[in-house]
């Protein structure tokens, strides 16, 4: 069973409650243009504070599924999951994320196996969010700046500092 405080749930019972108001209520979306139609973030609660999540060691605050027919803040949670792990992966230990972090962070983000998650590198038409480097994976700037919004539509705040790789338009890669 996973652990959470009084206030985690108070926070995300709020969160729920103002979401469920504002859809009522027709209140208005952030604007996420800056992504991709596969990548949109649409459900957006306003919690009076953020429950704050550690990808890498805390429980899931909520349901994470790459599904495409589930509701968006799971997939949205999925993405957060993925891409906030291998970013605090970087900034905990210096490297990029091998195979066996990488199984690990896809199946706590919901997808099946460690395979499942090669498209984030490799999406054809899709902007790149990972990048492989010598076996290693690490998010790259397009990556790091689709967190916050991610954040801010899920109510969650990622614990901890996470570090990206910098792609020019050469498509060169430089480490932070």
């Known amino acids: 069973m996973s652990e959470y ?3 985690d749930l108070s ?3 709020a969160a729920a ?3 469920f108001l504002t859809t009522i209520r027709g209140g208005e979306e952030d604007d996420f243009n800056s992504v ?3 990548e949109d973030v649409t459900w957006a609660p306003s919690a009076a504070e953020p429950i704050l999540f550690d990808p890498l060691t805390d429980p899931l605050p909520m349901k994470a599924t790459p599904d495409r027919e589930a509701d968006q803040k799971f997939q949205d949670m ?4 993925y891409i906030g792990s291998i ?3 970087y900034a905990e230990t210096g490297e990029g994320a091998g195979a066996e972090e990488i199984r690990r962070f896809a199946l706590k983000a919901g997808y099946r196996n460690g395979r499942a998650v ?3 590198s490799s999406r054809p038409g899709s902007i790149r969010a990972v990048e492989v480097i010598d076996g290693k994976r690490y998010i790259n700037q397009t990556a790091a700046n689709w967190l916050p919004k991610l954040e801010r539509a899920l109510g969650i705040k990622i614990k901890g500092d996470t570090r990206w790789v910098e792609v020019n338009d050469a498509g060169n890669v430089s480490f932070s």
């Open 11 to 13: 926070r995300a019972l």
């Open 87 to 89: 970013g605090r992966y």
């Open 78 to 81: 999925c993405s957060l999951v």
């Open 17 to 19: 409650a103002e979401a």
């Open 118 to 120: 090669n498209g984030w």
């Open 5 to 7: 405080n009084a206030d």
């Open 36 to 38: 991709t139609r596969s």
